[in-house]
């Protein structure tokens, strides 16, 4: 199986255990942070922000899954090897987590428990799902494979294909293209993963229909 999957992507050598570490440190760090941002913006009154912040739906960006999917791809992908991206991934998220729970118990004086638990078991699912993703920037049918998946989620996170052909959100578009950008390839693979993503999509619209 090891040398099954090196054939696909080979994990990056000679990292020091420091960089390493420094890596994690930065990945929990964002994480926190962006958890509190999000809590904040979305505790604050939409008023207070520039009108472009307004149009651009920040408050509900950060409600849908999308952009997270984008941030556990990057993690992923950019990591040295398949365990980093499930350590770096899974810590992202849970420091994420921390850092917006601790914000609604702390500072706005309220707990969603069961919401709270939702997203605590979607994290310990990351762990396993960064794992896989990690391959989408390798060779072979696999890596074609497995970064069309991702792009084609992200593809029916922006777009409506099962009920006519429009855009659901402005942002989520971004975010598609931002995913199609670092999961390009050379040009003939690109044709095949772009192709390979709109049945994606598609399924999984008729699968989990579209409640953002």
């Known amino acids: 199986m090891k040398s099954f999957l090196e054939k696909i992507r080979t994990p990056e050598t000679g990292v020091s255990f420091k960089m ?10 964002f994480g926190f942070a962006l958890g509190v941002l999000q809590k904040w913006i979305d505790g604050s009154p939409s008023n207070i922000f520039p ?4 149009q651009l739906d920040l408050r509900n960006y950060f409600g849908r899954f999308a952009i997270w999917i984008l941030l556990a791809t990057c993690i992923s992908i950019y990591s040295k090897s398949p365990l980093r991206a499930s350590i770096n991934t899974f810590l992202f998220f849970i420091s994420m987590l921390a850092g917006y729970y601790l914000y609604c118990n702390y500072v706005l004086g309220f707990l969603p428990k069961a919401y709270m638990m939702m997203w605590v078991m979607i994290s310990f699912a990351t762990f396993f799902m960064a794992y896989i993703c990690w391959y989408a920037k390798g060779e072979g049918v696999i890596a074609i494979i497995i970064s069309s998946a991702i792009i084609g989620v992200l593809f029916a996170q922006a777009f409506s294909l099962t009920q006519g052909f429009y855009v659901y959100h402005l942002m989520e578009v971004v975010t598609w293209f931002i995913g199609v950008i670092i999961l390009y390839r050379k040009p003939k693979e690109f044709v095949i993963e772009l192709g390979l993503s709109v049945p994606v999509a598609l399924i999984y619209q008729l699968v989990i229909p579209y409640w953002g």
């Open 51 to 54: 009108l472009l912040i307004q």
């Open 20 to 29: 390493q570490m420094i890596v994690t440190v930065g990945v929990i760090l």
